[in-house]
């Protein structure tokens, strides 16, 4: 075994470590060394939004010893920044297995250092989180989940005191921190119990208010109070507040899907707890179809995350890609606030470099400012801090199914995107027509933009390096030509230029470096490769575009874009 590996390994069989982990390591060495070389080949990484990554026993893995480490640093971080009075810190955890356990282990550090900690009695959804850190006035906060991934997977999300997660320079300067604690003896796991409060219904009750006056079409509501919604958390915490919300809003027709009401980090009903996968939503589709509803529901195991079915134009049940979600929800704000006599000047939303550019269209098109941020929610946060008392931020939001809407919350929340989504239901069907017939309208309207997503896999401790191998190729050797379509702009947001690869001109792009790199063609498709920064993964996003006279040349229009989509992923051979 690499010598390095075998280090870490003896620093935690000789350390201050329990019995079990040593058991476990003595078994492991026995029986799986090639695990114990993968649990123990690197340190598990406090990224810009903190850790994500398998549970178990090692440096590589997400335990208790992890965990308290990055608790340490992050205390340290929040002590040096706030040396005047009381340090105030929320945290939150969702249905994982052990998310209860991690969000103890690091409420005990928190407030062993001193920070006086609100920890919520129970599960509760990331975006509540976000709220209670502006809620309760917090300078931090930590919500212990690992979103979407698979049920092996755990993690520590860290947020700053507006309610976003980690931006700069706190990202940065929380990481060196955390990679200064080099020893679990440096960790104060215990001994500030009384610093820790108890949080649930009074922070429930204050969320459900905010989410409530979101509503921009209550008399609507209650006009088709009776809309027929089926939801489904898949086994996650959006059971605690949703059917609430709903509820609140006016809606009396409210199925939840029961094989996945109850919360269990096995997730026992499906193989991936994220609503972006059809297998996912399959049992809520068909409660759906068997109750005949208007609109189905599932968010993912922190409730950030929102996925939708409807019926389309042909009466068969789909699933809205998150573009399309985004563009239904940015449209409604945009023509609803105007139609309801209360939209204002200086209003504006916030997209990413990465979602569908219809959004960027039906702004511009009803003269509401737009601006496109990297990819996640901690940059539509930052955006919105940035402008704040200059524009009124309505509604932002991402292709991987995150609405964010109102600036009362700085993180993606799907328990107000639900209701929103219902009450655009209720508001179609009060016209007559259903939320695919509202698509196809503003793709006649703005413009038929279609987008697809390829994730490509690599695990293990070579994965990352062919990632970035993969990255490096496109940008050192960018295609000139795809599909048949010349590449006329690349941008690099890791070396932050744009550049004509016709003209030859570059200019500075004026946005955080990120690695990703995007291709423009000639005929308007837009090509984006990134890699993942919670999984082991890198993405590929499509978008093509044309017109639409009329909804009669939807299906002819939507092949054509489709066909172009493969043939850009056959010619990138990422097929």
Known sequence: ????IQERINVWVNGNYDADTRNTIADMQKNHPEELADAFYRNLEFGTGGLRGLMGVGTNRVNKYTIGMATQGFANYLKKTYTDGDIKLAIAHDSRNNSRFFAETTANVFAANGIKVFLFE??????????????????AGVVCTASHNPREYNGYKAYWNDGGQLVPPHDKNVITEVEAIHSVDEVKWTG?????TLIGKELDDAYLNM???????????????????????????????VPEVLKRFGFTNVTVVEEQATPDGNFPTVAYPNPEESETMSIGLQKAKALDADILLGTDPDADRVGIGVKNHKGEWVLMNGNQTAV????????????????????????????????????????????????????????????????????????????????????????????????MAAYEKAKG???????????????????????????????????????????????????????????????????????????????????????????????????????????????????????????????ELEN???GIIRDMQLG
């Open 328 to 423: 239904l929800a940015f449209a409604y704000m945009i023509e609803a606030r105007k139609a309801k006599g209360i939209a204002r000047q200086n209003d504006m939303v916030i997209t990413t470099i990465v979602t569908t550019e219809m959004i960027n269209e039906v702004a511009r098109q009803n003269s509401v400012g737009c601006y496109n941020v990297l990819t996640g929610f901690k940059w539509i946060a930052e955006k919105i801090k940035e402008l704040e008392g200059r524009e009124n931020y309505i509604i932002g939001g991402e292709e991987s199914f995150g609405l964010m809407i109102g600036d009362q919350i700085r993180d993606k929340d799907a328990v107000s995107a639900v209701a929103l989504m219902c009450e």
């Open 211 to 241: 989410v409530k006056e979101l509503s921009v079409y209550p008399d609507v509501i209650a006009q088709q109070h009776d809309l027929k919604i089926v939801y489904t958390p898949i086994h996650g915490t959006g059971i605690t507040l």
């Open 1 to 4: 075994m690499d010598a390095s």
């Open 192 to 196: 500030g119990e009384a610093n820790i």
């Open 433 to 559: 027509r259903s939320l695919f017939d509202k698509m196809i309208e503003l793709y006649v309207q703005y413009g038929f933009y279609y987008e697809n997503l390829i994730s490509i896999t690599k695990k293990g401790m070579n994965g990352q390096k062919e990632i970035a191998a993969m990255m490096e190729g496109y940008r050192n050797q960018p295609p000139s030509t795809i599909n048949g379509s010349a590449v006329v702009t690349l941008l690099d947001y890791e070396l932050q230029i744009g550049k004509n690869l016709q003209t030859g001109e570059t200019w500075t792009i004026q946005l955080p470096k990120s690695n990703v790199l995007q291709f423009i063609t000639a005929d308007g498709s837009k090509i984006s490769a990134r890699p993942s920064g919670t999984e082991p993964k890198i993405k590929f996003y499509f978008s093509v575009h044309t017109t639409l006279a009329s909804k009669d040349e939807f299906d002819t229009k939507q092949l």
């Open 122 to 139: 129970s599960l509760r959804p990331t975006p509540e989180l976000s709220f209670a850190i502006r809620h309760l006035g917090c300078k």
């Open 564 to 566: 172009r989509i493969k």
